[in-house]
């Protein structure tokens, strides 16, 4: 992808929005994904990523996980987005993963069962369903939901939209149209202060954990 694509330029002011509210946001990000390793995801999830999706993986893998070790003793560190990890190529494979795994044990009618328990926000465009293997996971907190890019939109959605998924998610609902809306979105947010979780103590690596959330974005 070039740096000319829309997405590199929404990445870019993400990011700086996120600095200027106090947060370590520049030193997150892991570098750039393999293609070879997109492509293969793509392959083995039989998923086409959006262009945006791609074009994301080509300024980041996701991002280093709290309190990244090698960049100095237990460095300040924070969550890409609110609540939630931006996921790794590979680590996104793993969690889908877990969810065709589930598919495949409990079949068409199984799933259903699931799916009854489900409801979708207002007339956000999304599937009625448990999970849907035609969404990517994007970002998961640490209950194991997800921001999830969908390809299978309900009428009236857009392949490429950012939903809310997971086991503690009973809601579906999209929180925008696409990767650049999301990060657009985010950049014009109000950001709460910083306020660090865990103790003090230097040689806690929960002490430099910035959390921060805004949750009409989740």
Same mark, same amino acid.
């Given at each position: 992808?070039?740096?000319?694509?829309?997405?590199?330029?929404?990445?870019?002011?993400?990011?700086?929005?996120?600095?200027?509210?106090?947060?370590?946001?520049?030193?997150?990000?892991? &570098?750039?994904?393999?293609?070879?390793?997109?492509?293969?995801?793509?392959?083995?999830?039989?998923? +086409?990523?959006?262009?945006?999706?791609?074009?994301?993986?080509?300024?980041?893998?996701?991002?280093?996980?709290?309190?990244?070790?090698?960049?100095? &003793?237990?460095?300040?560190?924070?969550?890409?987005?609110?609540?939630?990890?931006?996921?790794?190529?590979?680590?996104?494979?793993?969690?889908?993963?877990?969810?065709?795994?589930?598919?495949?044990?409990?079949?068409?009618?199984?799933?259903?069962?699931?799916?009854?328990?489900?409801?979708?926000?207002?007339?956000?465009?999304? +599937?009625?369903?448990?999970?849907?293997?035609?969404?990517?996971?994007?970002?998961?907190?640490?209950?194991?939901?997800?921001?999830?890019?969908?390809?299978?939109?309900?009428?009236?959605?857009?392949?490429?939209?950012?939903?809310?998924?997971?086991?503690?998610?009973?809601?579906?609902? +999209?929180?925008?149209?696409?990767?650049?809306?999301?990060? +657009?979105?985010?950049?014009?947010?109000?950001?709460?202060?910083?306020?660090?979780?865990?103790?003090?103590?230097?040689?806690?690596?929960?002490?430099?954990?910035?959390?921060?959330?805004?949750?009409?974005?989740?």
């Amino acid at each position: 992808m070039t740096s000319d694509h829309p997405v590199a330029a929404t990445w870019s002011a993400w990011l700086d929005a996120l600095s200027t509210a106090g947060y370590p946001a520049h030193a997150m990000p892991r &570098p750039p994904a393999d293609p070879g390793a997109v492509a293969d995801a793509q392959i083995q999830a039989r998923i +086409r990523f959006p262009d945006e999706l791609r074009a994301l993986y080509s300024l980041a893998d996701g991002q280093f996980p709290g309190s990244p070790r090698g960049r100095g &003793p237990h460095p300040p560190s924070t969550d890409l987005f609110p609540t939630y990890e931006f996921l790794a190529v590979a680590d996104a494979l793993v969690h889908w993963g877990g969810w065709r795994d589930l598919h495949t044990e409990y079949g068409t009618s199984g799933m259903a069962d699931f799916d009854e328990h489900i409801t979708v926000r207002g007339n956000d465009p999304v +599937r009625r369903e448990y999970w849907n293997l035609a969404w990517w996971p994007l970002a998961v907190d640490g209950g194991g939901n997800f921001l999830a890019v969908d390809t299978d939109p309900a009428p009236g959605g857009t392949i490429g939209q950012v939903i809310v998924a997971g086991p503690d998610e009973d809601e579906r609902r +999209r929180v925008a149209t696409g990767v650049v809306g999301y990060l +657009r979105r985010l950049a014009a947010a109000d950001i709460p202060p910083p306020a660090p979780s865990g103790g003090t103590d230097p040689a806690d690596p929960t002490a430099a954990v910035f959390w921060w959330d805004v949750d009409h974005l989740r």
